[in-house]
């Protein structure tokens, strides 16, 4: 594979890579490049996921040394499953199994858990130097990669720290890459700035899409901070299971949420069901999206590309109804395999209704 096409695998179904230059560099490079993603074992894993779970396999296959840090400490901190830590440890074990039956093999990621990295007080020097070398304003800023505003930390100290155990992180692991999705930008721009003064690997940033809501709200036509602040509101989210798909749903529920999604005609931005087919469906290779419609509505079509998909749709020759019952039926086949393991794990089954439990407490 030459730089072009890893270069290709790498950022392609992103936002943004910061930058693409210094991306380009460390392929030709010929390093051994090292990449990470964390993510916060927080409960039920919902079909946002599965975004960056693909980005973490094309990353793979571009020859990228990938580590997945199970974030616990952090989900402590953000208050996830009531700061259960036995109980995030249990989450991460779901998300595990999800990413091994979408064909990320367990020979091909090292998985890291944050009590490994808090335990080397390497670590702790790391994070107070990059504490004395920032502002408490920054932090508090990027205080939107946990999905909060920045006051709150008024009544949580603990969350000042977050922010800049994500920075270590970056740096304890001696990372090229951080991928994540955009609501992690500032951490990942935080850790480029400090990278410099703190005698670090500057990392090549890459974020992915975030789902939008099913419920279709709207986002602020406004500043990035200011949008930063109420990104938690317009994303599918575990904690408001009604704007979420999640992998371990029914046929049925499937079908119910996508027919009650928002979905205007013409329009693509924030339509969350056009995000699914984009991000999620056709990140596959070879992926075909058939419609099945009466001959007086058009007859059956295929779509080979997204871009065929968006122009029909955009142009109102194809109606919202179809691409609901096609992007249903599409996604119900590709989690097919991940809800038949989850059934079949007695283990899993049973840490789903406790998280359900605990989520809905």
């Not at 296959?61 to 249990?90: C, P, Q, S, Y």
């Not at 990104?231 to 996508?258: G, N, Q, Y």
């Not at 059956?300 to 194809?318: A, N, Q, T, W």
Request: aromatic share 6%; net charge neutral; proline share 4%.
């Amino acid at each position: 594979m030459d730089i072009d096409e890893r270069m290709n695998l790498v950022s392609r179904n992103t936002l943004e890579v910061v930058t693409a230059g210094d991306l380009k560099k460390k392929l030709e490079s010929g390093e051994k490049l090292k990449g990470y993603l964390g993510f916060e074992p927080s409960g039920l894993a919902h079909i946002g996921w599965l975004v960056w779970m693909y980005k973490v396999k094309d990353m793979i296959d571009a020859g990228v040394h990938f580590t997945i840090l199970e974030a616990t400490w952090h989900a402590m901190i953000n208050d996830k499953l009531g700061g259960d830590l036995k109980l995030i440890r249990r989450s991460a074990e779901l998300v595990r199994s999800i990413m091994s039956i979408i064909g990320i093999s367990p020979d091909k990621v090292k998985f890291v858990d944050a009590e490994t990295l808090v335990s080397d007080k390497d670590y702790w020097e790391l994070l107070i130097k990059a504490g004395k070398n920032s502002t408490l304003a920054r932090i508090k800023r990027a205080l939107t990669i946990m999905g909060r505003k920045s006051d709150e930390a008024e009544m949580d100290f603990s969350k000042l720290i977050y922010p800049l155990m994500q920075v270590t992180d970056i740096f304890y692991l001696d990372l090229d890459i951080a991928l994540g999705g955009m609501d992690q930008r500032k951490a990942h721009m935080l850790a480029r700035d400090l990278a410099e003064r703190l005698g670090r690997k500057k990392p090549v940033a890459i974020h992915t899409p975030l789902i939008s809501s099913l419920r279709g709200e709207r986002r602020m036509d406004t500043s990035r901070d200011e949008i930063d602040e109420f990104l938690a509101d317009v994303k599918m989210s575990k904690s408001k299971p009604e704007t979420a798909i999640f992998v371990h749903d029914s046929p049925e529920e499937v079908r119910r949420k996508i027919k009650a999604a928002y979905c205007p005609a013409r329009q693509v931005k924030q339509n969350p069901i056009l995000e699914i087919d984009k991000y999620i469906l056709f990140s596959r290779d070879d992926f075909v999206l058939h419609i099945e419609r009466p001959e007086r509505y058009g007859g059956p079509i295929d779509y080979y590309s997204y871009d065929e998909l968006e122009k029909d749709y955009v142009e109102g020759r194809l109606h919202p109804l179809d691409l609901k019952k096609a992007t249903a039926d599409a996604l119900i086949s590709l989690l097919k395999p991940i809800r038949n393991m989850i059934e079949n794990d007695k283990r899993l089954m049973e840490l789903i209704r406790t998280i359900e439990t605990k989520v809905t407490r």
